[in-house]
């Protein structure tokens, strides 16, 4: 498969390397400031934030991480962002341009302890965006989804799991 000329010009711009959900990112903040939860001795950045492209072909399988994670929109196309919350209940959000696409915001919250995938709304795109996580993203924390487990916790939304499961 070619790759878009655009998205090797943002992996060259931004020193982008290969993100084991999926897609490239690069880490752009880590506060100085150490923080920890409540009843937690162990010790986070404030918060940290990163570049995180998807482009075509590509998708953030499902995980979830420890900590409120805030996704920004920088440019390309929409990007849906699942997730399910401790309820079981899916919701899409779509991440995008907000003065150009109606139903798109700028920005998306997902919460901490919650299984996301993200994909592009256009499967040919690309997408530039940030995540923001508060307290800091720590890769000890963060938890790649047995699928074959989620999809039977949530058997109403397995076939979006399984379509977007990782990959082995």
């Not at 482009?55 to 440019?75: L, N, P, Q």
Request: aromatic residues 10%; hydrophobic residues 40%.
């Amino acid at each position: 498969m070619t790759i878009n000329p655009e998205v090797e010009r943002l992996i060259r711009r931004f020193d982008l390397q290969a993100h084991p959900e999926g897609g490239h990112y690069t880490e752009t903040y880590r506060s100085a400031v150490q923080v920890a939860r409540q009843d937690e001795r162990v010790v986070h950045s404030a918060s940290t934030a990163i570049y995180y492209l998807l482009s075509a072909g590509v998708y953030s399988t499902w995980h979830r991480i420890a900590s409120d994670e805030m996704w920004h929109f920088y440019k390309g196309c929409v990007v849906l962002i699942h997730v399910i919350d401790k309820a079981g209940m899916l919701h899409t959000h779509r991440l995008g341009d907000a003065l150009q696409t109606e139903d798109a915001s700028f920005q998306v919250m997902v919460p901490a302890g919650c299984w996301f995938a993200a994909e592009l709304a256009d499967p040919h795109g690309y997408a530039l965006a940030g995540c923001t996580v508060a307290p800091g993203f720590e890769f000890s924390e963060f938890e790649l989804a047995d699928t074959a487990k989620l999809s039977h916790r949530h058997p109403e939304h397995a076939a979006l799991i399984e379509r977007l499961g990782a990959r082995t």
